[in-house]
């Protein structure tokens, strides 16, 4: 009598978990590396384009997904040591959500153009465009909340500006590293 393997399949490995596991903590550590201002100077894109650039598109987006989750149960991950709902929900929570957003669509655009120098600063540029837009408007919304209103270009020269050439600069480097250590990944 034959019997049919009745278990599922883990499409999980244990070399995925570790590769998340240790992209958690590197998004982590870039995220504790950083320039107090009203929206932190931070490593955390730096973290979250080599995550999807290394890992691809659905183990990047678990990775951003674990590490967000982390921090809003209290597991201080976010820049300079927070964690909890109340940064996930504050002004610069939509920058954080705006992570997976970004980490999405980097890794859809690398999915679809490839892994060259080029195809990856476009995704990572991309990406960086939707965590701005996401963040700047989500900022938009809570602060005038809070605080009442705000004008559109007080936001845009306070978000946006500040982070646009050391951005360019994270992804670019981002960029090359995904590019020279693809091979191992």
């Known amino acids: 009598m034959h019997f049919k393997n009745t278990r599922a399949k883990c499409v999980w490995t244990a070399k995925d978990i570790a590769f998340i596991a240790m992209f958690i903590a590197l998004i982590s550590v870039c ?10 100077f931070t490593l955390q894109t730096f973290g979250i384009f080599l995550s999807v ?13 674990l590490y967000l989750l982390l921090g809003a149960i209290g597991i201080p ?16 929570g939509g920058y954080l959500v705006g992570f997976f957003f970004s980490a999405l669509c980097s ?3 690398i999915e679809k153009f490839g892994h060259s120098l080029i195809s990856l600063i476009f995704a990572f540029a991309c990406g960086s465009l939707c965590c701005y837009i996401l ?5 938009l919304f809570i602060y005038t909340n809070q605080f009442g209103s705000i004008g559109i270009w007080s936001v845009i020269v306070s978000c946006i500006l500040p982070f646009i050439i050391p951005d360019i600069i994270k ?14 990944f």
């Not at 995220?31 to 932190?40: M, Y």
């Not at 650039?53 to 997904?65: E, M, N, S, T």
């Open 171 to 184: 992804f670019t480097m981002a960029a090359i590293a995904v590019k020279r250590l693809w091979k191992y």
């Open 107 to 109: 890794g859809l655009l």
């Open 31 to 40: 995220a504790w590396i950083s320039i107090p201002t009203a929206i932190p």
């Open 77 to 92: 991950v976010y820049s300079g040591f927070s964690s909890g709902l109340g940064t996930l929900l504050g002004t610069t």
């Open 135 to 139: 963040g700047t408007i989500w900022y």
């Open 53 to 65: 650039g290394l890992l691809g598109v659905k183990r990047g987006i678990l990775c951003i997904a």
